[in-house]
């Protein structure tokens, strides 16, 4: 089993819908995040938590909210999707340590 | 300006060839850099850590310039199976913690 689980991994929706992707994680880290990747823009920042009780903005946050619910768990939320959500998002951990980075697989994410 | 930049490429050469890549990152308070490797919309995997002496492991060397805020990757002896895009990530300075930024990454086709 993957260390970093994404479900779903793909999803296809209509604009004004709600969407949550889940993350969990059994690598026992304390930092999440959560990065979109569009065609030729690299991986940006949505949201990241250090711990439980720590959730922090990235570069990209508008239009996205995060619920850190366990240690292992960390969902984000799209509350009314729109056509320009339509990318790859992925789920990553790291210790405080090496600063390795940790991925899931990935989730497909289309709003029509 | 983006906080970390790469050079798209795609970069296109024969089997065998040496190419390097760079990345430059705008704050000079940086710490922790890394070169991942992303195959065809999958997760990126990291290829190597960055250390300010220079590391090499195999066929790949990366190196650290903090004078003039770059990190680069040589890859030797290119291989087929090398074709990817090749991703700079720096932890840059952000309200007291060092948060993982992406460069949109570059681009390597290596044919026979």
């Known amino acids: 089993d993957a260390d970093v689980t994404q479900t779903p991994r793909n999803r296809i929706t209509k604009t004004g819908k709600r969407i949550m992707l889940e993350c969990s994680q059994t690598?026992?880290?304390?930092?999440m995040y959560w990065y979109r990747q569009d065609p030729g823009l690299g991986l940006q920042l949505i949201y990241y938590?250090?711990?439980?009780?720590?959730?922090n903005k990235g570069e990209i946050s508008d239009g996205y909210s995060v619920s850190r619910q366990a240690q292992a768990k960390f969902s984000l939320s799209l509350e009314s999707a729109i056509p320009n959500q339509t990318a790859l998002y992925f789920c990553?951990?790291?210790?405080?340590?090496?600063?390795?980075?940790?991925f899931g697989e990935g989730s497909r994410l289309t709003v029509l | 300006r983006k906080e970390v930049e790469q050079d798209p490429g795609p970069f296109n050469v024969p089997e065998g060839a040496t190419v390097a890549f760079n990345c430059t990152y705008s704050?000079?308070?940086?710490?922790?850099f890394f070169w991942y490797r992303q195959d065809c919309r999958k997760e990126p995997k990291l290829l190597m850590s960055?250390?300010?002496s220079g590391n090499e492991d195999g066929r790949f060397t990366a190196q650290l310039n903090r004078a003039s805020q770059y990190i680069s990757l040589l890859i030797r002896d290119s291989k087929l199976s090398d074709s990817a895009t090749y991703l700079c990530?720096?932890?840059?300075?952000?309200?007291?913690?060092?948060?993982?930024?992406f460069g949109r990454g570059t681009s390597l086709i290596v044919h026979p």
């Open positions: 960055v250390y300010s």
């Open positions: 690598k026992g880290h304390d930092r």
């Open positions: 990530v720096v932890k840059v300075a952000s309200g007291g913690s060092y948060i993982p930024t």
């Open positions: 704050n000079s308070a940086s710490q922790s």
């Open positions: 990553a951990t790291s210790t405080r340590g090496t600063g390795e980075l940790f």
């Open positions: 938590s250090f711990d439980v009780k720590d959730i």
